[in-house]
């Protein structure tokens, strides 16, 4: 089973209005992170945000913030007052807390974003 | 403050051949990951390094070998390239430690062409 699922393969959002991107994941472990990634066309991964399992807050970074549904297990983006420089490729991420703290991340497919004028 | 960084940008290899990857862990870090990012996929594990031993491996076939430097650089091999290898090779550096929360940090990546 996919541990990470992004079922948005690309969205459109006009400038300056808000965009959510979902994720949904499958762990069986009480104990883990969820990251969101942004991948413009340079290759680069840059981290976004995280939420901790037990955080009892939905993350916020900026323009960023995460809502965080626990017992549906979704992670979902939201972008607020998105720019033209937004679009990328998004990705979702998990870690796992089971055994070492060295964990590897699993990602989704991704969403591509496309923000017009 | 250097980030993560990787040599070579791009790549260009014939079938068969064998290739060499390297990654310098962003200031401060201990642990190298990489992952391997085929055209409109997200990037899929290989292995992570972490006091110059492999601790972690992903679904990777053994033709795939690492090592980690005492200064916490890494090499990725990669033996008898296949078509399908040609990907991104991403490497990611992040600390060892308690907390879930350490967000790895990633390079440019290297784009690798297998032809």
């Known amino acids: 089973a996919q541990k990470i699922t992004q079922t948005q393969p690309g969205m459109f959002v006009q400038e300056k209005e808000a965009v959510t991107l979902d994720c949904t994941y499958d762990t069986s472990d009480p104990s883990y992170g969820l990251f969101w990634y942004k991948q413009p066309s340079s290759g680069e991964m840059i981290f976004l945000i995280y939420q901790g399992s037990y955080d009892q807050q939905n993350a916020t970074e900026g323009r960023y913030s995460l809502n965080f549904q626990k017992a549906r297990k979704s992670a979902n983006l939201v972008i607020s007052a998105s720019q033209l420089g937004d679009s990328a490729m998004y990705f979702c991420a998990m870690r796992e807390g089971r055994g070492s703290t060295l964990g590897r991340l699993y990602f989704g497919r991704g969403t591509q974003l496309t923000v017009w004028p | 403050d250097a980030g993560v960084t990787q040599s070579p940008t791009h790549l260009i290899k014939t079938r068969g051949q064998q290739v060499t990857l390297r990654c310098s862990p962003k200031?401060?870090?201990?642990?190298v990951s990489w992952y391997q990012q085929a055209l409109g996929q997200g990037p899929q594990f290989i292995f992570q390094?972490?006091?110059?031993?492999?601790?972690q491996r992903g679904n990777f076939p053994d033709r795939f070998s690492g090592h980690q430097f005492p200064n916490y650089s890494s090499e990725l091999n990669v033996n008898a390239l296949l078509l399908g290898d040609s990907a991104l090779y991403l490497c990611a550096s992040s600390l060892a430690g308690p907390s879930l929360r350490y967000e790895q940090y990633f390079g440019p990546g290297t784009r690798l062409t297998v032809t």
């Open positions: 200031s401060g870090h201990d642990t």
């Open positions: 390094y972490y006091e110059e031993e492999e601790r």
